[in-house]
């Protein structure tokens, strides 16, 4: 059974900075794609940033420059940097992993912004 603890969430100001961890078990984490999206009160959920399994990243053009995706295939456990957060409204992110043919949801962590 796959599994992602997220952690690193909570109040922050606008500005700040804040790293969030995703910790995997039950995966072949080091061949599975891993991403973070996120989802805003009244809005869809929007996919964030992407890790490749060589090591690629890509991220939605709000966040290049100030968000930074990493993983550690020895702890399975993917990051989310996140710095120079703007005052976007208050959203749960929420870690993703996929291997062929599977995709996985984390359970969410919440970061809500104050101003």
């Known amino acids: 059974q796959v599994q992602f603890v997220e952690a690193g969430g909570g109040l922050v100001q606008s500005g700040g900075s804040l790293r969030l961890s995703c910790a995997s078990s039950?995966?072949?984490?080091?061949?599975?794609?891993m991403a973070w999206y996120r989802q805003a009160q009244g809005n869809q959920r929007e996919w964030v940033a992407s890790?490749?399994?060589?090591?690629?990243?890509h991220y939605e053009d709000s966040v290049k420059g100030r968000f930074t995706i990493s993983r550690d295939n020895a702890k399975a456990t993917v990051y989310l940097q996140m710095n120079n957060l703007k005052p976007e409204r208050t959203a749960v992110y929420y870690c993703?992993?996929?291997?062929?043919?599977?995709?996985?949801w984390g359970q969410g962590t919440q970061v809500p912004l104050s101003s």
């Open positions: 993703t992993g996929s291997v062929p043919h599977n995709f996985y």
């Open positions: 039950g995966l072949l984490f080091k061949y599975a794609h």
């Open positions: 890790l490749d399994t060589d090591g690629a990243t």
